[in-house]
């Protein structure tokens, strides 16, 4: 090449090298620091606060701003409230739903004389995998909470409509943050905060914001849907009506009683699906997992007291039970140095009614031993006799009641009783 040649070519490839780092220089001047990021949407991101049919609370999850009086939060965050309201410090303004896509677990809702502003939406594939992002949402309550990280990864479409993919992200989410925002450095909405995976680290999703634009018609064409087809697939639409024997799904909640006797002290225990995998259920981060069927796969959280940890291995019920039957068990207790050896039976069936519905439910009794080590025989030194009772409803494929009395001493021991009270739905 003339030297001519070589002078007309770097010539040429100045103004292009020009080009792109003007253009790499604007794109760094438009990243904000986190500070005025945060400065400039948080006022567009407000926590959900949701109540029953009788006031009291439910849930608590976040929603952004998407349009004038118009804000995005997740379907499952609204669960069988009756009603719920959005706010942000001291200020409250009722909501009313507006357009539900239960499948992928976003719904829009509206509220009247509402002047926050909107958040400015990302370019539609904008999304790209090592970018900054922030997720501001309120979780556990805490309103407007800003965490930061990378997207780490683009998931696959969540359905053959749509090449949207899910956000992956390790920015932290918590629960409370359902619903929240996931923003770029520039302040634009990325994503829908959902859901985190609470045993696998920085593990967090985000539905994408291209979803948002297709969010009227196909909450349209769903409505229109169940309402020719009432059992039509797909996740439940918030305020329907819903069977007290209906599969548990993410998001659903068990709400128990227990009761001590021995205290005359009352709480609440509440066990809430995360997931279902196949046919396992989830619960409490792991804390319980069991059967579809009722049968218990592992205990690691004693949330439900002796309930859980002197339940057998499989839990206190068997499938295919039968008035008359019984059986013997002889297992370690659940973080415990005890050895329990029982005996179950049987009886008839009797009715019980849990959240306002009539139940069949078959009583189990239990008598037996618990001895202090797994080598201990009856009558050792420490053993004491335990006394049980579980009531399994077959429609509901768990214990919906249970009771145990054990004397240990003088004045040590336990006299607990646990009941379903509702499910969350």
């Known amino acids: 090449m003339s030297g001519r040649g070589v002078k007309t070519s770097l010539l040429r490839a100045v103004p292009v090298c020009l080009g792109l780092g003007l253009a790499m220089a604007a794109s760094a001047a438009m990243a904000l620091e986190p500070d005025v990021l945060f400065t400039k ?43 719920f309201v959005v706010k942000q410090d001291n200020v409250t303004f009722g909501a009313t739903l507006e357009f539900p896509d239960p499948a992928r677990d976003l719904c829009q809702i509206k509220v009247a004389n509402f002047t926050a502003p909107p958040v400015a939406l990302a370019p539609a594939g904008s999304a790209r995998v090592g970018q900054r992002v922030y997720a501001i949402g309120n979780p556990r309550g805490l309103e407007n909470t800003l965490s930061e990280g990378i997207l780490s990864g683009l998931r696959g479409s969540l359905g053959s409509e749509s090449e949207a993919r899910l956000l992956q992200t390790t920015a932290a989410i918590s629960p409370g943050s359902s619903g929240g925002g996931l923003f770029d450095s520039e302040g634009r909405l990325l994503g829908i905060t959902s859901f985190a995976a609470r045993d696998g680290g920085s593990l967090n999703f985000a539905m994408p914001v291209e979803f948002l634009a297709e969010l009227p018609v196909r ?56 997931r279902v995998n196949g046919d396992e259920i989830v619960f409490n981060g792991g804390g319980k997992v069991e059967k579809s069927d009722g ?27 039968l008035p008359g039957m019984r059986w013997q068990t002889d297992f370690m207790a659940v973080s415990e140095n005890q050895r329990y050896e029982l005996v179950a039976a049987v009886g008839e069936e009797r009715s019980m009614r849990v959240d306002g519905v009539e139940l069949k439910t078959l009583r189990i009794g239990y008598e037996g031993w618990i001895y202090p080590s797994s080598m201990s025989a009856p009558l050792a030194s420490g053993s004491v006799r335990f006394t049980g009772a579980a009531w399994f409803s077959p429609e509901l494929r768990r214990v919906v009641r249970f009771e145990a009395v054990y004397q240990r001493g003088i004045i040590s021991g336990g006299n607990e009783t646990l009941e379903l009270v509702r499910i969350q739905r």
Not at 303 to 317: C, I, K, N, V, Y
Request: with cysteine; hydrophobic share 40%; glycine share 10%.
């Open 41 to 83: 949407v948080s006022g567009s991101v407000w926590s959900v606060r949701t109540f029953d049919a009788q006031e009291r609370p439910l849930r608590a999850g976040s929603a952004v701003v998407i349009a004038p009086g118009r804000l995005v939060t997740n379907c499952h965050v609204l669960a069988k409230a009756s009603s």
């Open 219 to 274: 909450a349209k064409a769903m409505l229109e849907a169940r309402a020719l087809d009432p059992g039509a697939s797909g996740r439940r639409v918030p305020g329907a009506a819903v069977s007290l024997t209906e599969p548990l799904r993410a998001g659903d909640a068990l709400e128990y009683v227990r009761t001590d006797k021995l205290t005359g002290k009352r709480s609440t225990v509440i066990y809430r699906v995360d």
């Open 295 to 321: 049968q218990v796969v592992s205990v690691t959280s004693a949330a439900g007291g002796l309930f859980d940890s002197s339940s057998p291995p499989g839990g206190w019920a068997r499938g295919n039970l």
